[in-house]
């Protein structure tokens, strides 16, 4: 069974840096691309930061983030990695970790997503 669980959500500080892990488990990760996505309360899943199966210089930006947003993987561990810096109240809402392959993977509509995380909830308050 194919699994996603992210880690590191919870209350962050406003001007603060966000950093999110994802591990997966059951499928071979080298061949997918992982994303972050994020959902606010009535709001529809944006896309974050995604990162190819070739690795660094694959990285895509979606608008919610870019300029603050990073993404890492590393396929010996199974992870993915997000970090926002300057956070602010608008970056509250719901994280979740993906990751699909083939043709449109790592555009910034969800359809490509093969599996994703359970999210995590992210609050940015003082």
């Known amino acids: 069974q194919s699994h996603l669980v992210e880690s590191g959500g919870g209350l962050v500080q406003p001007g603060g840096t966000l950093r999110l892990s994802c591990t997966a488990s059951g499928f071979p990760l080298d061949y997918y691309a992982l994303a972050w996505f994020r959902q606010a309360p009535g709001k529809e899943r944006e896309v974050i930061a995604c990162?190819?199966?070739?690795?660094?210089?694959?990285?895509k930006f979606g608008e919610a983030a870019e300029g603050r947003s990073a993404i890492f993987r590393d396929n010996a561990k199974s992870m993915t990695t997000l970090q926002i810096t300057d956070l602010n109240t608008e970056d509250t809402a719901v994280y979740y970790c993906a990751a699909g392959r083939g043709p449109g993977s790592c555009t910034s509509s969800p359809d490509w997503v093969s599996y994703w995380g359970q999210g995590t909830q992210v609050t940015v308050s003082s």
């Open positions: 990162v190819g199966n070739g690795g660094p210089g694959s990285e």
